[in-house]
């Protein structure tokens, strides 16, 4: 790897060497598709995001050329091909689902007519559902259920700026944006219509004072939307944040429904 990362750091500083080292980018890509490689990955509990792997998607974008590609009866015009060997790979996509060449998905993972990017990664057991997004380089725990309509970030440039990452376990409602970088703890649960970017105030408001996160929420913590008022030249108005209601209790397990989570807080859905 350490060879691939000059070669990339190279080409990146100066874009006259890109063309001989093309083949260490293609290689990086295909390791990415592989599972070989990650942008982000946890160490001792701590996520590295290893820069230069994006800026290899970010090359591989400058090589590639714009092309046809017909699937059935749908047909693209993109620079990016899809992945493909999907049945080796024991992955299931619903049609018109996608996932880009250069995204990992495990085994057992469930992509309905949603959109994995390049340089994501989704863990075993994850249901993407339909019309839910996976951005560039995003990272998705494993036994995730990212709901209909759920929208995570992607983000590429700065290359050092840390992707978005889903722990675990987590349940995330249907229409919940996360974007920015924020990272969510394992086996929490977004409550529907959530915004977490990484300015939100994330209130953790279920003990007798409040308790605020910027950027990530803590594990097995249960949200919903919230609204909190401040102060403007103009008068007083409601800005959105997030609410920390409780914790998941330890008789729900991963497959719990988002239903069942918000009426142990007696929370209507």
Not at 21 to 31: F, G, L, R, S
Not at 42 to 48: I, L
Not at 50 to 60: E, G, N, R, S
Not at 66 to 75: A, C, L, S, Y
């Given at each position: 790897?350490?060879?691939?990362?000059?070669?990339?750091?190279?080409?990146?500083?100066?874009?006259?060497?890109?063309e001989?080292?093309?083949?260490?980018?293609?290689?990086?890509?295909?390791?990415?598709?592989?599972?070989?490689?990650?942008?982000?990955e946890?160490?001792?509990?701590?996520?590295?995001t290893?820069?230069?792997?994006?800026?290899?998607?970010?090359?591989?974008f400058?090589?590639?050329?714009?092309?046809?590609?017909?699937?059935?009866?749908?047909?693209?015009?993109?620079?990016?091909?899809?992945k493909?060997?999907?049945?080796?790979?024991?992955?299931?996509?619903?049609?018109?689902?996608?996932?880009?060449?250069?995204?990992?998905?495990e085994?057992?993972?469930?992509?309905?007519?949603?959109?994995?990017?390049?340089?994501?990664?989704?863990?075993?057991?994850?249901?993407?559902?339909t019309?839910?997004?996976?951005?560039?380089?995003?990272?998705?725990?494993?036994?995730v259920?990212?709901?209909?309509?759920?929208?995570?970030?992607?983000?590429?440039e700065?290359?050092?700026?840390?992707?978005v990452?889903?722990?675990?376990?987590?349940?995330?409602?249907?229409?919940?944006?996360?974007?920015?970088?924020?990272?969510?703890?394992s086996?929490?649960v977004?409550?529907?219509?959530?915004?977490?970017?990484?300015?939100?105030?994330?209130?953790?408001?279920?003990?007798?004072?409040?308790?605020?996160?910027?950027?990530?929420?803590?594990?097995?913590?249960?949200?919903?939307?919230?609204?909190?008022?401040?102060?403007?030249?103009?008068?007083?108005?409601?800005?959105?944040?997030?609410?920390?209601?409780?914790?998941?209790?330890?008789s729900?397990?991963?497959?719990?429904?988002?239903?069942?989570?918000?009426?142990?807080?007696?929370?209507?859905?």
């Open positions: 790897m350490d060879d691939l990362r000059a070669k990339i750091e190279e080409a990146f500083a100066d874009r006259t060497k890109l001989e080292n093309a083949p260490a980018v293609e290689e990086t890509i295909a390791k990415l598709d592989a599972g070989e490689l990650r942008v982000a946890s160490f001792n509990g701590s996520w590295v290893h820069a230069w792997v994006k800026q290899a998607i970010l090359l591989y400058a090589l590639r050329k714009m092309e046809t590609m017909e699937v059935g009866p749908f047909e693209f015009h993109d620079k990016i091909p899809l493909k060997n999907l049945a080796a790979a024991g992955v299931r996509v619903v049609p018109p689902g996608v996932v880009r060449y250069g995204a990992f998905v085994r057992g993972c469930i992509v309905m007519p949603g959109y994995v990017n390049i340089g994501a990664r989704v863990g075993a057991g994850t249901m993407v559902d019309w839910a997004t996976v951005g560039s380089c995003a990272q998705i725990g494993r036994d259920h990212l709901s209909g309509g759920v929208g995570i970030g992607g983000v590429l700065p290359p050092a700026a840390s992707p990452i889903i722990e675990d376990g987590a349940f995330v409602g249907s229409r919940v944006v996360v974007v920015e970088g924020v990272h969510v703890g086996e929490a977004l409550g529907a219509g959530v915004v977490l970017t990484s300015s939100t105030a994330i209130l953790d408001v279920s003990g007798p004072t409040v308790v605020e996160h910027r950027g990530s929420i803590p594990p097995r913590s249960v949200v919903i939307p919230g609204m909190r008022t401040k102060k403007f030249p103009a008068g007083e108005f409601g800005v959105p944040c997030a609410l920390i209601i409780g914790q998941r209790s330890a729900t397990d991963r497959k719990l429904s988002l239903n069942q989570a918000l009426r142990d807080f007696a929370v209507a859905v």
